[in-house]
């Protein structure tokens, strides 16, 4: 039972990892008893199944998870949401009124318009139908203010860190209020721009790096050297 | 007609840029080279320069087009009116409409279509300069291209052609050869499993000459392969070297 | 191409030819019956009428003077179009050509032209300015699979057929005598179309065949058995072998159709 590849090792489609009682997991498949990467990534051994961290990834959709996404039509009872993936989200206007509406009354365009920004969690989604977005929960809606980002999907865990040690570091050292969707799209809030200007630096440089040791450590120090610089800068001005 | 007959192969056995007859020209491939793009690639092979970009999987439009248990791929292979000699026109001729049908078919057996259903994936390639061998090349980048847009794929496919200039069997034909030869058979491969996803021939071979030209144009396909999990893979060198 | 075949139908085709066997009786590696009939429009220089089983294509030949291709002077010039005709499936619609009916005319085109089936050189009535245009027309009128063969067959055919009037330069100008000449043929290139169906080779795949089959490869030969054109088709793939093992199989049964067929 070899495997062809160490753990963190890059793989590319086509490259045989391992070969005979393993598993096929992430970006990954299976064909007789050898295993392949499926794209390009990082391979990671789970017990028996071989998965690869891939570095190039979109976002398909998953019931539960929480996702930012745009605003893109207005219907007769709904709206469509473009939510970084191949396949456009709806919102019922049901879910938003919180009641049954009349199509002659609401203008629904008043609640959510083409453009608008919101939060939202993914209800129900299969191979047959486009997913479906519920707003009505603690948290959820249209986003008002705060900056937009966007990154690799596969990279959102990463940006998370172990145990939340990442993030919750991010947010301590820059001052900003920040919620993660699924779909790589992640909105940033802050009392001062400069602030998040500071928070998107780091989440970038940890998308570019997302694979390499002592990455929470690095990114720690070059916030405050950023922070240090930039005291630096107003007190000479 | 006093036509110059120049000889395509020397005395020493030499190709007319002096490569030797299993030789390939100098390839030169970058990944990610277009930021709108959700994958692109760029390829050099002798004097051909060609662009592919990959958009999707996505929504399709038309909905009617769309497949409920795969998704449909789509493919254009283009050559910008100032890439060859005499301009040619803009608008898709017979050749390129041809052309963009056993590329796609080429690159359709790497490809896990049933994954994402109701969606489009759509290649553009662009050859931007023509140097003889262009949709090879362009099969080369495209594949590369599906890789770089994350698409999940079952192998790169590498493509190259072989065939016949006075009487010699040779690999990756130029422009020069490709005209003034008598035999051209495109290959194109998906290495790990010796699945060849495209064989054109025309001209004029023995069976045997045949067999020689496609096992030198598989050849050639397996070292393009070499390259082009290298420069997939440059693309995240960084990766590694912060790693150190 | 495609329309929708019933599973059961696909399942059972399969099956069979992996026990080497066909649907309609035939062996892995036997032809459909092959009917040609010539001359069958007389308006048209030359033309032909090809029954391969249910599969109907008629190819006719117009020839206009024209002038040369700068990089040949002296040479004739031929094009080949094919018309994938709505009467002929229900998956064939009206408008201008699409990506099918070009590969199949492209392809049809290699065969004659790599072989050099037509003495073009023989066509050319001033270097470099007037020479015979050879138009060959294919059209399908019934699609029951394996049109590439088929529409090969009819092609060689009208040019066989195809009668090239007499003329004589006066002061520049072709005058039009009477009596006609034969068009000037010295190959007959024959098709061979194989599908991989459950790993293995067939030829000659009709309709059912194509809508289960993975990958379609189409070898042309000529009359010294030679390979003039290929063309690999399908979302499938062959093995270097199964491309060696194709090669040899069109070699014999291009021969056995030319003799069949006394080209």
Redesign the interface.
């Known amino acids: 039972m070899p495997t062809f590849f160490e753990r963190r090792q890059l793989v590319t489609p086509g490259d045989l990892i391992a070969e005979g009682q393993y598993l096929p997991g992430e970006n990954t498949y299976k064909e007789d008893d050898k295993i392949y990467a499926s794209r390009i990534g990082l391979v990671e051994y789970e017990d028996k199944k071989v998965n690869v961290v891939a570095l190039r990834a979109f976002y398909i959709p998953r019931v539960g998870d929480t996702v930012i996404g745009t605003v893109i039509d207005v219907g007769f009872n709904g709206w469509t949401v473009d939510i970084n993936s191949p396949y456009l989200a709806s919102l019922k206007a049901s879910d938003v009124l919180g009641r049954p509406f009349k199509p002659q009354k609401n203008d629904l365009s008043k609640f959510l318009d083409v453009g608008d920004l919101l939060i939202a969690k993914i209800t129900s989604y299969d191979r047959a139908h486009n997913p479906q977005l519920t707003v009505s929960e603690p948290g959820l809606g249209k986003i008002t203010r705060g900056q937009v980002m966007k990154i690799t999907p596969t990279k959102i865990p990463r940006v998370i860190g172990r145990k939340g040690s990442m993030i919750t570091m991010i947010k301590q050292e820059t001052n900003c209020h920040i919620i993660l969707g699924q779909n790589g799209v992640i909105l940033i809030t802050g009392k001062k721009l400069e602030d998040e200007e500071l928070a998107m630096m780091a989440i970038y440089k940890i998308e570019e790096e997302s694979h390499t040791v002592g990455l929470t450590d690095r990114i720690t120090k070059m916030i405050r050297d950023e922070k240090a610089k930039r005291k630096e800068g107003n007190k000479s001005e | ?1 006093n036509e110059k007959i120049e000889k395509l192969i020397n005395d020493k056995g030499l190709r007319l840029d002096g490569r030797k007859p299993e030789e390939l020209r100098p390839i030169k491939i970058e990944v990610g080279v277009l930021s709108n793009a ?2 692109s690639a760029y390829i050099q092979q002798g004097k051909n320069k060609i662009l592919a970009a990959v958009y ?4 399709l439009h038309p909905k009617h087009l769309a497949l ?1 248990d795969r998704t449909v791929l789509r493919c254009r292979y283009h050559m910008a009116p100032f890439s060859v000699q005499e301009r040619k026109s803009p608008a898709p001729s ?2 390129e ?2 052309l ?3 590329i796609r ?1 080429a690159l ?3 490809l ?1 279509l049933e994954y ?4 489009a994936i759509d290649i553009f390639i662009e050859v931007l300069q023509a140097d003889g061998g262009t949709r090879c090349a362009s099969i080369t980048a495209a594949s590369l291209a599906l ?4 698409i ?5 496919v590498a493509a190259c052609a072989a065939g016949k200039v006075d009487d010699t069997i040779v690999v990756d034909l130029m422009d020069a050869e490709d005209k003034k030869g008598t035999a051209d ?1 495109p290959v194109a491969l ?18 045997k000459e ?2 020689k030209a ?2 030198m144009a ?1 050849e050639g396909c397996r070292k393009i392969y070499t390259l082009q ?1 290298e420069a ?2 440059a693309k ?1 060198l ?3 070297e ?2 150190e | 191409m495609s329309s929708i075949i019933v599973r059961v139908k696909q399942k059972q085709i399969s099956q069979l030819v992996s026990k080497g066997k066909r649907l309609d009786g035939r062996g892995l590696t036997d032809y459909r019956e092959i009917k040609i009939e010539q001359g069958v429009v007389e308006k048209a220089e030359g033309s032909a009428r090809v029954l391969l089983g249910k599969t109907e294509v008629m190819a006719g030949v117009k020839l206009e003077i024209g002038q040369p291709f700068s990089d040949t002077p002296n040479e004739g010039v031929l094009t080949v179009n094919a018309e994938l005709v709505p009467l002929a499936s229900p998956t064939f619609e009206p408008g201008p050509p699409d990506e099918n009916s070009i590969e199949l005319a492209r392809v049809v085109d290699r065969g004659i032209r790599e072989s050099k089936a037509i003495e073009l050189e023989k066509l050319c009535i001033e270097p470099g300015k007037k020479v015979f245009v050879v138009f060959v027309d294919i059209y399908v009128l019934n699609h029951d699979g394996n049109l590439i063969d088929a529409s090969a067959l009819a092609a060689t055919a009208a040019l066989l057929n195809t009668k090239m009037f007499n003329y004589e330069i006066e002061d520049g100008e072709v005058k039009i005598k009477p009596g006609f000449s034969p068009l000037p043929i010295r190959k007959h290139p024959v098709a061979i179309t194989f599908a991989k169906i459950n790993n293995t080779l067939i030829v000659d795949p009709w309709l059912e065949e194509e809508q289960t089959m993975d990958a379609r490869l189409t070898i042309t030969v000529d009359d010294e058995g030679k390979i003039c054109a290929m063309q690999k088709g399908g979302s499938g793939y062959f093995t270097p072998k199964q491309v060696l093992e194709a090669a040899k199989i069109a070699k014999e049964k291009a021969e056995e159709i030319r003799k069949k067929l006394n080209w």
């Open positions: 007609m959700d994958g999707g999987p996505k929504e409920p017979r050749r409409i041809e963009s049908k056993v078919e359709e057996p790497s896990f994402y259903p109701r969606t890789a770089d847009a994350g999940p794929m079952r192998d790169l058979v998906m290495p790990n499993f010796n699945a060849i996803t495209l064989l054109q021939m025309d001209g004029d071979l023995t069976m045949f067999e496609f096992n598989l999990k997939l893979k995240y960084n990766v590694k912060v790693e």
